[in-house]
């Protein structure tokens, strides 16, 4: 088992940035790849971002690629969001989530999930 929590999350001008984290704890963090996932009310949760274990692979939405950056530091068990260049269409629940096998961009290939964070932008 493996438990993930969030945070990080709040309200936020357009154009600011935040960072979200996502603490894991319970089986060895360092073999799974892990994701950020966004969900809109009334959507399908959106693939936002996605690191292998060591760190030198990670793919992006269209919607976030060039402004939000994904980093993991194993020793500390924690994966950062970095988001910059925020827009108001980047307000949704954010989640994280560790897949055992490998880096995805398909929600129903991760093994475990975190409660989620609130990001708001304001315009």
């Known amino acids: 088992q493996v438990q993930l929590v969030e945070s990080g999350g709040g309200l936020v001008q357009a154009g600011g940035s935040l960072r979200l984290s996502c603490a894991a704890s319970?089986?060895?963090?360092?073999?799974?790849?892990m994701g950020w996932f966004r969900q809109h009310p009334g959507k399908e949760r959106e693939f936002v971002a996605t690191?292998?274990?060591?760190?030198?692979?990670?793919y992006y939405g269209d919607s976030v690629k060039g402004r939000f950056t994904i980093s993991r530091d194993n020793a500390k068990n924690t994966v950062y969001l970095q988001m910059i260049s925020l827009k108001p269409e980047d307000t949704a629940v954010y989640y994280c989530?560790?897949?055992?096998?490998?880096?995805?961009?398909?929600?129903?290939?991760?093994?475990?999930w975190g409660q989620g964070t609130q990001v708001t932008v304001s315009s």
């Open positions: 319970g089986r060895t963090f360092s073999n799974y790849a």
């Open positions: 989530a560790a897949d055992l096998s490998a880096v995805a961009t398909r929600a129903d290939l991760y093994d475990y």
């Open positions: 690191i292998n274990w060591s760190g030198t692979i990670t």
